[in-house]
């Protein structure tokens, strides 16, 4: 049973805003009771996003105002998939990411859907990738993709999969630059279906 | 990741992400995501277990052909079987929760 009803998102955002101003000004970690939220996502969302801003003094969320919908429009075992990481993955050939949040890196990879599962390198500091590092399946499937596209359950693999950063405090390059330039070259690739993946 | 999804769909890709992390991506209103129990560093799963890398991917992608609301988020049952794990390794090889995985 939620304490309240669910927050409209107005509100919410209204009251992370005084949060993080009231965090701001004071010396010790400030915080509401879960009283004050109508569920355990809403509480953990807002907690977050006062610590991210805590953090990082750049830090702000954005939402997407619009939601896009596009069904898929052939079946799987007919379609061209590709595949897209915001865990800092990239090609060692390729630059490094710059892991500083603050620094916005919006950099992004396109990487050949045929590399070896060894010539991975991951650039993140905030989560641990010991395993993606040995076995990149674990964040970037592309081997396993490869075995479902030879077993017929997917169509194909696209040419090119698609390596960025994830650790975006401020993500105005990111929409403005990345998304549309990402999109663009998945669209000319004849992509059907993407897959993101954190890290 | 939310966001890059959404602009995504809207070139006319269907999309599905995965995601550790349901509070935001509900709040960021991604078009169509799959939460996952899993740490995060391995939304695949572990590494070295090709089957289960398979399965999790299979599941995955079979979510746009069965998700008919913008926005919604599923559950799917795949666990971490292995010992705990800390969620972070921190420079000179501590662990410790990560400060903000942005």
Known sequence: MPAHPPLPWPELEARIGRWIELEARSEEPFGWPAEEFSNDREEKFA??????????????????????????????????????STGGIRLRSQPRY??????ADAA?????????????AIDHEHYNHADADGDVNCMLPV??????????????AA???????????????????????????????????????PG | MGLIQNVIEGAGIATISATM??????????????????????????AGRARQQ????????????VMGEPESIVTLPHRWRREA??????????????????
Not at chain 1, 98 to 103: A, G, N, Q, S, W
Not at chain 1, 108 to 120: E, K, Q, V
Not at chain 1, 143 to 156: P, Q, Y
Not at chain 1, 170 to 193: F, H, K, Q
Request: proline fraction near 10%; include cysteine.
């Open chain 1, 47 to 84: 907690r977050w996003v006062v610590m991210a801003a805590s953090v990082h003094p750049r830090f702000r969320f954005v939402r997407n105002e619009t939601v896009h919908w596009s069904p898929p429009r052939k079946p799987l075992a007919a379609s061209r998939v590709a595949l897209l």
């Open chain 2, 85 to 102: 794990r800390p969620s972070v390794v921190l420079p000179g090889g501590g662990s410790g929760e990560a400060p903000a995985a942005l």
């Open chain 1, 143 to 156: 081997e396993r993709l490869r075995d479902l596209a030879a077993a017929g359950a997917v169509g194909a």
């Open chain 1, 98 to 103: 710059e892991v500083d949040c603050e620094l």
């Open chain 1, 159 to 197: 040419p090119r999969h698609v390596g960025l950063m994830g650790c975006i405090s401020d993500p105005g390059r990111l929409l403005a630059e990345t998304a549309p330039a990402v999109a663009a070259m998945l669209a000319s690739d004849g992509v059907d279906v993407v897959l993101l993946t």
């Open chain 2, 54 to 65: 398979r399965g999790i991917l299979g599941d995955l992608l079979r979510l746009p052909w």
């Open chain 2, 21 to 46: 992390k349901p509070e935001i991506t509900q709040y960021v209103r991604a078009p169509r995501a799959a939460r996952l129990r899993l740490p995060q560093g391995n939304p695949l799963g572990e």
């Open chain 1, 108 to 120: 992004w990879n396109a990487i050949p859907s045929t590399a070896s599962a060894g010539a991975f």
